[in-house]
């Protein structure tokens, strides 16, 4: 179950595509049923700039069946998008609505603040290239610790897809 967790963690947090940090995330506690796993953000990082591999990294890439090439064509994957656009669908009803959904699944430690959180790492991901990747919502994500309730991630994934189908016929 947990290789499926990291699984759908990983496509969800593409899926999403995840602020002016005053400190950035560190790292991301995938949380299933009583387990909690820790990955560390900066060795994501290092993964997605040169394909290299911690050990730590390598372990869980093993647990959810996946090849570091693929997670780091994941994190590295962008898509176009113009921060005043963003901001204004994330401040619609829909966004609003997406953010709530995202923010009770990957949250603040505290689940304080959950969805400005997001809001902010979003915006600040598109601010500087007009692009979003994985990683650089991970990096600009303003608290030093991401968490993620892995037993929800279906669940909202399930959520989010029902949504985007619909988006075209929902007025922002």
Partial sequence: MTRICLKLFLVMALATGFPLPSQAAEKIILKYSILRESVSIPELSQLS????????????????????EDLQRWLNQSFNIDPIVLSEVLNSFVGKYLLQQIAEVIHTPSQRSNIEALRGALISSATEDKKISLIEVLENYPTAELQVEGDRLMELYQQIKGLVGKIPRLPL
């Fill in 49 to 68: 700039k040169t394909g290299e591999v911690s050990s730590s990294l390598q372990s869980y890439l093993n647990l959810a069946n996946q090849k570091p």
